[in-house]
């Protein structure tokens, strides 16, 4: 890609990269460090053509998530696949999708901790 000049590089990641949830620290912390590396790679890749970005979804509905019983604010792949075409298109940096885990993550980055607690997703055994 860098040496035709052009090109899209994107990481799957989750609106869970963003903040900690009990339960799923590991989770969290790996969709973090996705964040965290597609950020320097696009810096690194300033100026080259090629740009990286990261996608942060919430739900989507898939036969991976079939079975869970608590899925806020969930899209169809459908839906999915639409914003993250329209976001590769536009070179985005980071979508994260729908647009209500957007507020919900703004909020819960902010919250104090006990409000996380309450509020974060249950761990998978209880979904």
Request: charged share 20%; net charge positive.
């Amino acid at each position: 890609m860098i040496a035709q000049g052009t090109g899209v590089l994107s990481a799957v990641s989750s609106v869970l990269g963003f903040f900690a949830v009990p339960g799923r620290s590991p989770y969290c912390a790996s969709k973090a460090a996705v964040h965290a590396f597609m950020n320097g790679l696009r810096m690194d890749l300033h100026g080259t053509g090629v740009h990286a970005m990261t996608f942060c979804p919430g739900y989507v509905r898939t036969p991976l998530t079939a079975a869970y019983k608590k899925m806020l604010f969930a899209v169809d792949v459908d839906e999915a696949v639409r914003i993250m075409a329209t976001a590769v298109e536009r070179r985005v940096r980071t979508v994260t999708f729908p647009w209500q885990m957007c507020v919900l993550k703004e909020f819960l980055r902010r919250a104090p901790e006990a409000v996380v607690r309450r509020v974060g997703p249950p761990p998978r055994d209880e979904e």
